[in-house]
């Protein structure tokens, strides 16, 4: 069907979907998934802060890694720590990482948090193949880092 004739247009000022100046409402069903999505959108924003400030090093088990970590003690001093990866702990910020290494013939357990600015440095220095995630195992066998 084809209309001849005047059509009449709308002013341009004059739009069909009113203009508010108020933000989307967002509904709050329950608070507390609510507030455990922002704390995870906090934490996804401070984790790539700290990297874009030094840099890291993807660190799994069964790598041995060096690191250079700074003691607090009368003074700040570097020490240098090396080890072998033997669990990860990934939780945000709160990442940490469990290494193992021989001081004195004696196997010691470190536990460092991963964006922690008292490590100033960390090196992998080799990757061994392993097929599990926890490396605990290696409490009772440590000649890994003999060979070094």
């Known amino acids: 069907m084809i209309t001849t004739g005047n059509s009449t247009k709308l002013p341009s000022t004059v739009s069909s979907v009113p203009t508010t100046d108020a933000a989307p409402k967002?509904?709050?069903k329950r608070l507390d998934k609510t507030a455990r999505?922002?704390?995870q959108i906090l934490d996804k924003e401070s984790v790539?802060?700290?990297k874009a400030q030094k840099e890291?090093?993807?660190?799994?088990p069964g790598y041995i890694v060096q690191l250079k970590v700074e003691v607090p003690e009368?003074?700040?001093r570097v020490s240098i720590v090396?080890?072998?990866v033997i669990a990860r702990r990934n939780a945000g910020l709160n990442t940490t990482f469990r290494l193992r290494r021989l001081v004195a013939g004696v196997g010691v357990e470190s536990l460092f948090p991963l964006y922690s600015p008292?490590?100033?440095?960390?090196r992998v220095l080799d990757k061994k193949k392993v097929r599990r995630a926890k490396l605990y195992y290696l409490r009772d066998k440590m000649n890994a880092l003999k060979k070094q």
């Open 26 to 28: 967002i509904k709050f």
């Open 37 to 39: 999505h922002i704390m």
């Open 48 to 50: 790539q802060e700290v």
């Open 56 to 60: 890291m090093p993807d660190i799994r």
């Open 74 to 76: 009368n003074k700040r």
């Open 82 to 84: 090396k080890g072998i």
């Open 118 to 122: 008292n490590i100033k440095e960390i």
